[in-house]
């Protein structure tokens, strides 16, 4: 190597920034604390721009992926900036909105700093003198209404499947104590919305009535707390705490089976507040008389006022779900990607949730648009393996190798035996080794509708057993999925 060649390299390493060493200690605190895979899409991307004080800069690619850290990492960057800067570092983001060209600097612009809990809590709490130490303990009482202002009723999407109890909600909202819906019970099962349901009507009341006290706890949280104020010789200001609230939202009350002690105040506290006209607002994922372990008596309190079921959303709800959460994220989607997930995930609003997020997180790190090839992908990875190993594009991809066949042979509308009985089959393994419904699997093959796959379902039952080659192929192809 000639001397010119080593003074070059020599000068394109740069002494390392005092910035970069301050981030390099936040990472530390970070990798220890969330799994690799995590930290590879949150972290890895993030590059510290700027040290200002004790001001930290970091660019971060996308207003989704500000939102996201924020949202989920809040905790543990205050916790990194507690140790590389102290509880007076501060953070702030810059977020790439254009990533610009080899003439321009990319354009980012600021945003704020990370909330600490304190400061994200109700403003009207902060008064109160009970909230002046920082809570050391999660479950202990503090007057915070724990409501997230995220849910709200705007935002809760209306179909079938949650006309009562939104219309109940409602009601319960502009009228709280006042209406026959007292108690409001919602079930239903994981991820249809109830927490959002009964949050949407707390918030309304919060915003709209200022001297009303609204409550939302967790029924766990609530047990715990009960649990602790034994502990510490504080039955009397936890049943005080309860007996004060206007409105008390009780989440997921299955989790009070069994506990007879909880049960026994929480009966106290509900015949309280029921007697001065306040109202009562729980949730559970069964319909009460399936509410096994819970007192007799409590359950007749619930029959008092009105109970109302959340089902799983049609498809155009779930449509409208979707382009209610891209709407709030302002992300736009082609109507085709918006129908695959649609029709792809049924079971609940979580999940549907869950590839919408996946599908803007995979886009925004790879700057790749959302088209039906990558929601393929995302949902392939994401939420059918969950469950189940084989998903329809594999079955099909099998299947369709099996007869020598292409997979576009496979979708196409050819009535030609060679396809159709490869389409047939692969239908009918769709049927048993995934939850879709017959809706979906129709979708899947190129847009048939139910009763098509139906008849193909019938007539490779009906062919195995009268054809015992028919029979063996099944076996064989279902040898793959095991
Ligand atoms: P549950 O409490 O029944 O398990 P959640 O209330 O937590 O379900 O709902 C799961 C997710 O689905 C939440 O993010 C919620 O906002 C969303 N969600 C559920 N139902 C709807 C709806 N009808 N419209 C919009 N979002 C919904
Ligand atoms: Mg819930």
Redesign the pocket.
């Known amino acids: 190597m000639t001397p010119t060649e080593l003074n070059f390299t020599l000068e394109k390493v740069p002494p390392p920034r005092e910035v970069d060493i301050v981030w390099e200690k936040c990472l530390r605190i970070i990798r220890e604390s969330i799994p690799t895979q995590s930290f590879q899409t949150w972290f890895e991307p993030i590059r510290p721009s700027k040290l200002n004080g004790k001001v930290l800069t970091i660019q971060v690619p996308s207003q989704f992926f500000y939102e996201w850290l924020e949202d989920n990492y809040v905790h543990l960057l205050r916790e990194a900036l507690d140790f590389s800067l102290g509880r007076e570092g501060m953070l702030e983001y810059s977020i790439i909105v254009d990533t610009g060209t080899e003439r321009h600097q990319p354009l980012t612009v600021s945003m704020p700093t990370v909330k600490t809990p304190q400061n994200s809590r109700p403003d009207n709490f902060q008064n109160d003198p009970r909230n002046a130490a920082p809570p050391k303990d999660q479950d202990s009482l503090q007057l915070d209404t724990y409501l997230n202002q ?2 709200s009723f705007d ?5 079938d ?2 006309r009562l109890a ?1 219309s109940a909600g409602f009601a319960v909202a502009q009228r709280p104590g006042l209406t026959s819906f007292n108690p409001l019970m919602v079930y ?10 009964v ?1 949407a009507i707390g918030n309304y009341i919060r915003n709209h009535f200022d001297d009303k006290v609204v409550m939302y706890v967790s029924s766990e949280k609530f047990t715990n707390q009960f649990i602790n104020s034994i502990r510490n010789n504080m039955l009397q200001q936890f049943n005080d705490f309860y007996m004060k609230v206007d409105v008390l939202v009780i ?2 009350v299955q989790f009070l089976s069994g506990k007879e002690k909880t049960q026994d105040t929480f009966f106290h506290i509900f015949n309280h507040l029921h007697q001065l006209g306040k109202q009562i607002i729980m ?1 559970s ?1 069964r319909p009460p008389r399936e509410l096994q372990g819970l007192q007799d008596r409590l359950l007749s309190r619930f029959k008092w006022g009105l109970t109302a079921d ?1 089902q799983t ?1 049609d498809f155009e ?1 779930r449509i ?2 979707i382009q ?2 891209l709407q709030a994220e302002g992300i736009f989607i082609e109507n085709d990607v918006i129908e695959y997930v649609a029709h792809s995930v049924n079971s ?3 999940e ?2 869950g590839v919408i997020i996946s599908l803007m997180a995979q886009a925004s790190l790879t700057r790749r648009e959302i088209d039906v090839e990558l929601a393929k992908n995302t949902l392939r990875n994401i939420v059918l393996n969950e469950e189940k190993e084989v998903t329809i594009d594999t079955i099909q991809e099998v299947v369709a190798d099996h007869f020598e066949i292409t997979v576009a042979d496979m979708k196409s509308k050819s009535r030609k035996k060679e396809s159709v009985y490869p389409r047939q089959l692969a239908m009918f393994l769709a049927k048993e080794y995934t939850d879709l419904p017959l809706k979906s699997i129709g979708y899947h093959f190129g847009g048939r509708d139910h009763s098509t796959v139906i008849h193909s379902i019938q007539s490779i039952n009906e062919l195995m057993g009268s054809n015992p080659d028919v029979d063996e192929t099944v076996q064989k192809l279902r040898s793959y999925f095991k």
Request: glycine share 14%.
């Open positions: 995220g849910y935002n809760f999407i209306e179909g499947c949650n939104r239903g099962s994981v991820g249809l919305g109830k927490t959002h349901l949050q989440d997921d949730t994922d959340l959303p709800t409208a779900i209610k959460k609940n609003v979580r549907l949730e």
